[in-house]
């Protein structure tokens, strides 16, 4: 029996409860109930933040526009709060590229990226791209910005840059304003 990698299944579920679909699926504008959010889901509180929810993302490799895109409706982009981590996916109008921070922290302020291919520790941010076209791209040096983080929603940008395994070089940076937090306890 083959094991399934732990980060595969997070990203599924983030698309799930993102709202994402895979391309050529198409969506209606109620889920049955048997699909609604599991309980552990917290919607937003009531009266929460309702100001223009955005993202952006720009990659540049060898030092010319790769791909860039940004937010379309309000369900391209979520971030997900687990106690110690926010885990925001940015994904692509397309669904063709996705951007993934995993911070591990849960209090506004600067975390940098950790060294190529390491997994983030406490106080820093995990930042990786996967493209249409592999190869993924993890940067070797950058930083993740949370200007606000509340239970609610969360602002901030991200910069990084680095090698991939092909030797091209490559450059991340975005932002993102009132993504909402959904909870998992």
């Known amino acids: 029996m083959k094991k399934l990698n732990p980060r595969i299944i997070l990203v599924m579920?983030?698309?799930?409860?993102?709202?994402?679909?895979?391309?050529?699926?198409t969506e209606s504008a109620q889920p049955p109930a048997a699909t609604q959010a599991p309980a552990a889901t917290q919607a937003?509180?009531?009266?929460?933040?309702?100001?223009?929810?955005?993202?952006?993302v720009k990659v540049?490799?060898?030092g010319a526009e790769f791909v860039s895109y940004n937010n379309v409706s309000e369900?391209?982009?979520c971030a997900l709060f687990e106690g110690t981590m926010i885990m925001i996916q940015l994904q692509?109008?397309?669904?063709?590229?996705?951007?993934?921070?995993?911070?591990?922290?849960?209090?506004?302020?600067s975390y940098p990226v950790p060294v190529q291919y390491e997994s983030a520790k406490p106080g820093e941010a995990a930042l990786t791209f996967t493209p249409e076209v592999l190869p993924i791209l993890i940067p070797?040096?950058?930083?993740?910005?949370?200007?606000?983080?509340?239970?609610?929603?969360?602002?901030?940008?991200?910069?990084?840059?680095?090698?991939?395994i092909k030797g091209d070089t490559f450059s991340i940076e975005g932002r993102f304003s009132n993504?909402?937090?959904?909870?998992?306890e």
């Open 179 to 184: 993504l909402i937090v959904m909870s998992f």
């Open 13 to 25: 579920l983030l698309l799930t409860a993102c709202g994402g679909s895979p391309s050529g699926e």
């Open 60 to 62: 540049l490799k060898n």
């Open 44 to 56: 937003p509180a009531q009266g929460a933040n309702t100001e223009e929810r955005y993202f952006e």
């Open 140 to 164: 070797a040096q950058g930083e993740v910005k949370l200007d606000t983080f509340t239970a609610d929603s969360c602002s901030g940008s991200f910069s990084g840059s680095g090698t991939d």
């Open 92 to 109: 692509s109008p397309d669904n063709k590229h996705l951007l993934s921070l995993d911070i591990r922290g849960a209090e506004a302020g």
């Open 75 to 77: 369900r391209d982009g």
